[in-house]
């Protein structure tokens, strides 16, 4: 019986490398985590708007509450009604950006970019108002239908 040839090569440095860069992205991702640096307005301003169309899009008439001001959040059977047929008949509506976001106070503005699924490079430029209700920024206007 003979034995097999070994060609002098070993596993054993691509599972270092391996193990340090999963070590590295762990530590990276525990700093994340546990930063304590407080989110910026215009952040959080952005986050409503992206919150409140993606409860639209599931559906979601209670987180949809929670991303809209008092004033626009309407009666629920009209809000999903509406959304159903646009969806029906654009597709889903996603948010690809949020720009220029001026605060004032308890009030902002800013340019929320929009496409639908039907026409993706279709970009759709909104200027949007939010204001600061309960301490948390909400949308307080219509977007694109």
């Known amino acids: 019986m003979t034995e097999p040839e070994h060609d002098g090569s070993s596993p054993m440095p691509i599972l270092i490398a391996l193990g340090v860069a999963v070590l590295v992205l762990a530590a990276v991702g525990a700093a994340w985590l546990f930063s304590n640096k407080p989110m ?7 986050r409503a708007a992206v919150g409140q169309n993606d409860a639209l ?6 987180d949809f509450r929670k991303y809209t001001c008092a004033a626009q959040r309407g009666v629920e ?15 889903a509506r996603y948010v690809d950006d949020v720009t220029e976001v001026k605060i004032d106070g308890d009030k902002a ?5 929009y496409h639908f699924d039907h026409a993706a490079d279709n970009k759709i430029k909104v200027p949007m108002n939010f204001v600061r209700e309960g301490g948390e920024w909400t949308v307080c206007s219509p977007g694109p239908v």
């Open 109 to 113: 503005t800013a340019t929320v970019v």
């Open 57 to 62: 899009q599931r559906d979601n008439y209670g």
């Open 77 to 91: 059977a009209e809000v999903l009604d509406r959304q159903q047929k646009s969806k029906a008949a654009q597709g």
């Open 40 to 46: 910026s307005e215009d952040v959080k301003v952005g």
